[in-house]
């Protein structure tokens, strides 16, 4: 499985933005899919997550209630919502995939993709 991130950008404080995760690969369908991201000087951490039939989803508590994650297993694409932007939600966004969807340690995920910048102005 390949992902490749985009929809990155500059936004203000409370705006939206919305990500896209495009995959390639005959087995995609199967696998859960995380959202990761990492700031300058920080680990990379957890952000949503979404099994492999979209029935399950899971949100890091700092995102809960302004990102929402979903799915599209015909486009082999899944997205990232993100409204009510902080400043504290710039970072590189990483597409992730593997047999888990809500582990959020990165090692669990097997394929990544390259990762799309957020920058959220106050």
């Known amino acids: 499985v390949q992902l490749q991130a985009s929809g990155g950008g500059l936004v203000q404080a409370g705006g939206s933005l919305r990500l896209s995760c495009a995959a390639s690969?005959?087995?995609?369908?199967?696998?859960?899919v995380a959202w990761f991201r990492q700031a300058p000087g920080k680990e990379r951490e957890f952000v949503a997550g979404?099994?492999?039939?979209?029935?399950?989803?899971y949100y890091a508590d700092s995102v809960k209630g302004r990102f929402a994650v979903s799915r599209d297993n015909m486009k082999k694409m899944v997205d990232l919502q993100m409204n009510s932007l902080k400043p504290e939600d710039t970072a590189v966004y990483y597409c992730?995939?593997?047999?888990?969807?809500?582990?959020?340690?990165?090692?669990?995920?097997?394929?990544w993709g390259q990762g799309t910048q957020v920058t959220v102005s106050s």
């Open positions: 992730a995939a593997g047999a888990y969807w809500s582990r959020t340690q990165s090692h669990e995920y097997d394929y």
């Open positions: 690969g005959r087995v995609f369908s199967n696998k859960g």
């Open positions: 979404i099994s492999w039939n979209s029935r399950s989803t």
